[in-house]
Each structure stands twice: as C-alpha cells, then as structure tokens.
C-alpha cells in the first residue's frame, strides 16, 4: 500500500477499504494555540497538533440496517485498515439501528476537499499578546491582578461516504477568560469572550470593566433569599438558552416527556412562550458565529444521527416572535413524529429586538435589582417544565434608581429558561457573548441582556 498522510487522502483510502453496505469516513485535523497568566503576568503558552479518525459502517440485514462507530486518534496510514474492519465488525455484531436512514447523497463536494488542513499557532496572539501586557501594566498599578486564559482551536473537518459526498469544514474557535482580583483576594470580577481569530477582542476594555466591578464591590451588602428583579447578562441569557436548545429534541416532546409537550399530547409547537417579539435562531451562516453548514455526527443520540452525515443545515428559527417555531429532529425523529427535518446547528442568537445596553439597562431600573455576572454549575431538576438550578459567580450587584451601589452574596437560583422567557419584561441589545458554563462545548452564542421582574434566588450561596 502506498503512503497516504493527507487528510483526504486517508478518508478516501478508508473508502477504499471498505467491504460492507456503507461508508462513512470523518478526519478531523486538530491544532490548538493557549496563552496563561496570573498575577498579571504569562505563565504558559503552548501549541498542539493533532488528528481524530472515525469510521461509521453500516451493514444491510434482513431485520434492518445495523451501524458501527470506531474512532481513534493520531492515525497513520498502517492503523486504517484494521480501524476500518473494526468498525465493520461493529457493524456486523450490532442489532438494527433504530435510526437507519440511506446514506446521505447528491451533496456537491467541497472545492477545497483535497487542500491541507488548515492550522492556528502562536501568531494568532499577534496583536493581542502585547495588548494584554498592556492591561497587565493598567492593572498592577491600578492595584488588582488579572488572571486568565486565552484559548484558540483550528478544525478541519473532511468528510468522505460511500454515496460519494466529499466536504470539507474549517472551525475556528477562540475564547478569551479574564478575572481580576483584589490583592487579599476578597474580591473577584469574570469577563469572557467569544472570539474567531482574536482581532476582535481588547483585553484593555475587559480590564476597564472588571476594574468598574472591583470597585462596586468595595461595599458589600449581604440580601436574604427571594425573588428580585434581576438583569440578566448575555451569558447567562446564552448559557440558559443553550440547556434548553440541547433539551428541544421532538421526539421527546410528542412522547409528552419535556417542557414542550403538550398535556395530553402532542407538542407546544405554534403556541406563544414569550410576550415579547423573541426570536431564537440558528444559522451556520451567522456573521462572526460561522458554524459548519452540513451535519457532522460522530455518533448518534437524542439529536444527531450518524446516518444524517452531510446532510446540509439551512437557517433555522426554533422560536419566532415568541412562538415554539421548530424542534430539533433528525431524518429518523422528522419521519416519526411529521415534524420538518431540523438538525442541530452550532450556534444560537435570540434576538428581540431592543437596542439598550447592559449599561444602559441598568441606568433605566427603577427601584431595586440584581445585576448578574454569570451562572455555572447549572443542573436540570425537573426535565418536565425544564427547572434547571445553579449558581451566582463573580459578581452579583446591587442597583438602585439606575446606580450600582454594592456587590451583594451570592445565590443558588431555581428556574426554567422557558418560565423567564414567558416573564422576561426587557430585552436588550444582542451582541456576541461567551457562555460561562458551557463554553468548553458551545462558544458560538449572540444574546441580549434580559431583565426578569421575579428571578427566584431560592438561598444564599456562600460560592465566590
């Protein structure tokens, strides 16, 4: 066998080598670049390069078509013909996929399918490096230290089937996380960004914010559990939205088992969720959040099919002003419940149509409320009205008559994304945001600030 290193050579090799009913064949060529700092200074940097097989065969049976998945890492040519029997036996030894659909097909390839991959380094810091010594110098004599990590991924993904499709997906992810502390580290403040190649991004204005906090912060104020207006950020709005993105798969709903089923059957589909014009969206095409504009599955589950690789992704509205639009379905879950064909998508923007800041937010509140700065430890309570609970990070402050006069204790909330869309009285102006909670799975988000008039905080958290 001759050598084969290219990415596409070895799909199409492993095509090659194929001796069962179908084929499916994704090489994902990986490469990373990091930056590190605490106490306003580098710690770590570092560059990484890697390759990911995986190997989808599908066998014919009387009974129906079965499916094996194998993948592996850092593979060379004389590791694809025994990966490729693996998957077949697989295949061989597994009974009827439940979701077997034909191979996807008819599919015009990729112009770019046999170029090399493309791959990220260090450079991608060019600019931004020295910007950040910048906001480390800003900082230490501003009397705080900046601590953090920025982050950037290049994936090209190649993508071969027996049917003849042949695409190719460049995924650039970058993300950017900054927290300042006091010096007796009594005092913390997070910013995150979401970002492609890094050239969008000022670590000086982060730094100019995460001041404003520290400052803010200088008095404290300790609240009791209840329910309290509160100002949402766009990551938390994203990182909310995003649950319940995972949590929309159709075939859930019509078996009446999440928040979208209806009682007594059938699904929410066509009914309002939010008085206000709240459209969330989906497009591989999103200016800054370009995803991947056909499906890639390396393995099936609740909202992805291996047999639905390639398929193309189309803009989609999951809610459009304020009504349940679509729910995610693959070609099996589309064919069992009569719901359109809607594949998950890599990214999410709810737009609503405001054109306020956060900022600008806070300076209209009458009255008191709760200006957040992120949630994490989200859990799910209860999947049948979608009542996740979590925590407060980072900041939680006090506004009064438009000014923030103190950062107040923490909280543990208990609340359902599609509960606050139904109440939320406000929505902002949407930008690109980072999620604090899921953004090691999920970084392509646009969201507005929402404001809740009774976010229920059920205790106080002792968390920072």
């Not at 080598?17 to 710690?43: C, F, K, M, P, Q």
């Not at 990911?52 to 014919?60: H, S, W």
């Not at 509160?230 to 649950?243: C, E, G, K, M, S």
């Not at 798969?249 to 089923?261: H, I, L, N, Q």
Request: aromatic content about 6%; charged content about 25%; some cysteine.
């Amino acid at each position: 066998m001759s050598r084969v290193s290219k990415p596409y050579e070895i799909v199409e090799r492993a095509l090659e080598l194929s001796t069962t009913d179908g084929l499916v064949v994704i090489a994902d060529e990986h490469s990373s670049a990091n930056l590190r700092w605490a106490g306003n200074a580098l710690t770590t940097n570092g560059v990484t390069r890697g390759r990911t097989l995986t190997v989808i065969a599908t066998v014919d049976g009387a009974e129906g078509t079965a499916s094996g998945v194998v993948s592996r890492s850092a593979v060379t040519a004389d590791d694809l013909e025994p990966l490729v029997r693996a998957a077949e036996a697989a295949a061989r030894g597994a009974g009827p996929a439940e979701d077997a659909q034909p191979l996807v097909s008819g599919v015009p390839s990729s112009p770019d399918f046999t170029d090399a991959p493309a791959e990220t380094g260090s450079e991608v810091f060019a600019d931004f490096a020295p910007a950040l010594g910048d906001a480390f110098a800003r900082a230490r004599s501003g009397g705080r230290e900046l601590y953090g990590f920025a982050n950037h991924e290049l994936t090209s993904t190649y993508l071969g089937t027996s049917t003849g499709l042949r695409l190719r997906h460049d995924q650039p992810t970058g993300t950017l996380e900054l927290n300042a502390k006091s010096p007796d580290r009594t005092r913390s403040a997070w910013a995150g960004r979401s970002t492609r190649d890094f050239k969008d991004v000022d670590p000086a204005a982060m730094d100019a914010e995460l001041a404003q906090r520290l400052r803010w912060a200088e008095r404290r104020i300790d609240l009791p559990a209840g329910r309290y207006e509160a100002l949402l950020p766009p990551t938390a709005v994203a990182d909310l939205l995003i649950y319940q993105l995972w949590s929309s798969t159709a075939r859930d709903a019509v078996e009446g088992r999440t928040v979208f089923s209806q009682p007594g059957g059938g699904t929410l589909l066509g009914e309002t969720l939010a008085p206000l014009p709240l459209t969330l969206r989906s497009d591989p095409h999103a200016p800054g959040l370009e995803s991947a504009p056909f499906v890639i599955a390396h393995s099936s589950g609740d909202s992805a099919s291996v047999f639905d690789n390639g398929l193309p992704l189309a803009p989609t509205d999951w809610i459009r002003d304020g009504k349940l639009e679509r729910l995610t379905t693959t070609r099996h879950s589309a064919a069992l419940t009569g719901l359109p064909v809607a594949p998950a998508i890599d990214n999410l923007v709810l737009d609503g149509g405001g054109e306020r800041s956060l900022e600008e937010m806070v300076a209209a509140t009458t009255g008191r409320a709760l200006l957040l700065t992120c949630l994490w430890y989200i859990r799910e309570v209860d999947p049948a009205t979608l009542l996740l609970t979590g925590l407060t990070r980072d900041g939680v402050y006090l506004v009064e008559d438009g000014q923030v006069v103190g950062e107040v204790n923490n909280f543990r909330f208990n609340e359902s994304p599609v509960d606050l869309l139904s109440r939320a009285s406000e929505a902002g102006r949407t930008e690109k945001t980072l999620p604090r909670e899921w953004g090691d799975w999920f970084t392509r988000a646009a969201m507005p600030a929402l404001r809740i008039p009774d976010f229920n905080m059920s205790s106080v958290s002792q968390g920072v």
